[in-house]
């Protein structure tokens, strides 16, 4: 099992960057494949980006390519998403997931744990 922190959220202005981390406790970081969600009010939790166990293979939701980065230290059982050029649309919850054995999903049932999600405003 494993518990997941975020952190890094904050409010910025169009244009700006943040960096957002998953921190992961235990010492299995590495046999879980990594998602990034987010939640927007009234709307569903939609795919950001996952990253495979070895952070060999990622892969993005269309309206985050080219801006959002993600990245893992499995030394550190961290998983970061770097998010840069930011919109006003990016608004939202964020939260990390967790995939044990598996590399990414894309869908929020593929994840069997989650964590408490971090808050992004984006002002214009």
């Known amino acids: 099992q494993v518990q997941l922190v975020e952190s890094g959220g904050g409010s910025v202005q169009a244009g700006d960057s943040l960096r957002l981390s998953c921190a992961a406790s235990?010492?299995?970081?590495?046999?879980?494949?990594m998602g990034w969600f987010r939640q927007a009010p009234g709307k569903e939790r939609e795919f950001v980006g996952g990253?495979?166990?070895?952070?060999?293979?990622?892969y993005y939701t269309d309206s985050v390519k080219g801006r959002f980065t993600i990245s893992r230290d499995n030394a550190k059982n961290t998983v970061y998403l770097q998010m840069n050029s930011l919109k006003p649309e990016d608004t939202a919850v964020y939260y990390c997931?967790?995939?044990?054995?598996?590399?990414?999903?894309?869908?929020?049932?593929?994840?069997?744990?989650w964590g408490q999600g971090t808050q992004v405003t984006v002002s214009t």
């Open positions: 235990g010492r299995t970081f590495s046999t879980y494949g």
């Open positions: 990253i495979s166990r070895g952070g060999g293979s990622k």
């Open positions: 997931a967790a995939r044990r054995y598996s590399d990414y999903g894309v869908q929020p049932v593929e994840y069997g744990y």
